[in-house]
């Protein structure tokens, strides 16, 4: 039996496990119920009684070897495998970058038009999106008979006539107005409502940016030396400018303003459809009607205003051809302003 013990105690020594199972599987053969090691204690009841002594000592031994020496190995093994894939870690590698919101198009564009009319001193003015018609339509020198007040254009709120969802911005001009008195320089970014069908071109509602500017002596000089100043601070210091005149209820006289194509420098594409031009916002003199019905004396003060759409801006920026991505929100088409300023 004394030889059967030195055998195991040898086999344990060599033994060796290249990881956590290996260690198991020895703790499994050696020292488990039906391992060997028991199987000497279950022998040991035949062992003659002078022996019993000696013997008991020698498995014990070698259980408590076989113990320390299986937990070692075992021990060792698991910290190899850390240390392997610790190994596999490149700590030299760029950090993937964490996931980061983007600005959107029509907020950046939105606020790049603000910024240069605040170059020119104007301050943002705000009002409100539900709107009555006095503040869309009356002040603003529409007729009572005016296309723009059919059902086609405006929502109406309720089964009153009187509350609208507002169709332009310009309803912040009249609000202003009527609470202060010239020289004003405002500029009322904000969202509009229209009843159109929502396709690539037309949206039930979309974003305008107003600016007013109403003081002693103001002419259609002070209108054209701003629209150009704004052109090319924000399509490029090449743009050029053309008025053509239009027709608004509360301007007069009325233009419209294009700008030469950004996209062909006005040589001439599809984009443009060959004109060289294209068209981003309506403009004029604030009509003398419009002053009176604020509270402002059309004999002492004079003004101009204008207006524009964010996302047409956006689209000539960006070329966005669908105007329904800016509302959908689909990461896909926000991801691409990351870099954006
Ligand atoms: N309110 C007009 C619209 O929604 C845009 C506009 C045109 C605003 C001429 C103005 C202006 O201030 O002078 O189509």
């Given at each position: 039996?004394?030889?059967?013990?030195k055998?195991?105690?040898?086999?344990?020594?060599?033994?060796?496990?290249?990881?956590?199972?290996?260690?198991?599987?020895?703790?499994?053969?050696?020292?488990?119920?039906?391992?060997?090691?028991?199987?000497?204690?279950?022998?040991?009841?035949?062992?003659?009684?002078?022996?019993?002594?000696?013997?008991?000592?020698?498995?014990?031994?070698?259980?408590?070897?076989?113990?320390?020496?299986?937990?070692?190995?075992?021990?060792?093994?698991?910290?190899?495998?850390a240390?392997?894939?610790?190994?596999?870690?490149?700590?030299?590698?760029?950090?993937?970058?964490?996931?980061?919101?983007?600005?959107?198009?029509?907020?950046?564009?939105?606020?790049?038009?603000?910024?240069?009319?605040?170059?020119?001193?104007?301050?943002?003015?705000?009002?409100?999106?539900?709107?009555?018609?006095?503040?869309?339509?009356?002040?603003?020198?529409?007729?009572?008979?005016?296309?723009?007040?059919?059902?086609?254009?405006?929502?109406?709120?309720?089964?009153?006539?009187?509350?609208?969802?507002?169709?332009?911005?310009?309803?912040?001009?009249?609000?202003?107005?009527?609470?202060?008195?010239?020289?004003?320089?405002?500029?009322?970014?904000?969202?509009?409502?229209?009843?159109?069908?929502?396709?690539?071109?037309?949206?039930?509602f979309?974003?305008?940016?107003?600016?007013?500017?109403?003081?002693?002596?103001?002419?259609?000089?002070?209108?054209?030396?701003?629209?150009?100043?704004?052109?090319?601070?924000?399509?490029?210091?090449?743009?050029?400018?053309?008025?053509?005149?239009?027709?608004?209820?509360?301007t007069?006289?009325?233009?419209?303003?294009?700008?030469?194509?950004?996209?062909?420098?006005?040589?001439g594409?599809?984009?443009?459809?060959?004109?060289?031009?294209?068209?981003?916002?309506?403009?004029g003199?604030?009509?003398?009607?419009?002053?009176?019905?604020?509270?402002?004396?059309?004999?002492?003060?004079?003004?101009?205003?204008?207006?524009?759409?964010?996302?047409?801006?956006?689209?000539?920026?960006?070329r966005?051809?669908?105007?329904?991505?800016?509302?959908?929100n689909?990461?896909?088409?926000?991801?691409?302003?990351?870099?954006?300023?």
């Amino acid at each position: 039996m004394l030889d059967k013990i030195k055998a195991l105690h040898a086999q344990i020594e060599a033994a060796t496990a290249a990881n956590g199972e290996e260690a198991e599987a020895l703790r499994i053969k050696y020292l488990s119920k039906k391992g060997e090691i028991s199987q000497l204690m279950a022998d040991f009841r035949n062992v003659p009684a002078e022996q019993k002594r000696e013997i008991g000592q020698a498995i014990n031994e070698l259980k408590n070897f076989a113990t320390e020496r299986i937990n070692m190995l075992r021990d060792a093994a698991e910290a190899a495998s850390a240390c392997a894939s610790a190994a596999a870690l490149d700590l030299t590698r760029t950090p993937a970058p964490s996931a980061m919101g983007t600005r959107h198009p029509l907020s950046l564009v939105r606020e790049e038009i603000t910024s240069i009319f605040r170059r020119l001193g104007f301050s943002i003015a705000d009002g409100p999106e539900i709107e009555d018609d006095w503040h869309v339509f009356s002040a603003l020198n529409f007729a009572e008979d005016h296309p723009a007040r059919d059902m086609q254009d405006t929502f109406f709120i309720g089964t009153s006539p009187e509350v609208v969802l507002r169709t332009h911005t310009s309803s912040v001009q009249t609000r202003v107005m009527e609470h202060t008195q010239p020289p004003i320089r405002i500029i009322c970014p904000g969202r509009v409502y229209r009843n159109e069908a929502i396709s690539a071109r037309a949206h039930c509602f979309f974003h305008q940016v107003e600016a007013l500017y109403v003081d002693r002596n103001v002419t259609f000089a002070d209108l054209r030396q701003t629209l150009l100043y704004f052109a090319r601070e924000m399509f490029g210091p090449d743009t050029q400018i053309r008025l053509r005149p239009s027709y608004f209820p509360f301007t007069e006289p009325s233009a419209e303003m294009d700008i030469s194509c950004n996209l062909c420098g006005g040589k001439g594409c599809s984009f443009c459809k060959h004109t060289g031009w294209v068209e981003i916002l309506g403009c004029g003199m604030v009509d003398p009607n419009v002053l009176s019905a604020c509270g402002i004396d059309p004999e002492v003060y004079s003004g101009f205003a204008l207006g524009m759409g964010v996302e047409r801006i956006a689209n000539l920026k960006y070329r966005v051809n669908d105007l329904r991505l800016f509302s959908e929100n689909d990461v896909r088409f926000l991801d691409e302003f990351t870099a954006a300023r």
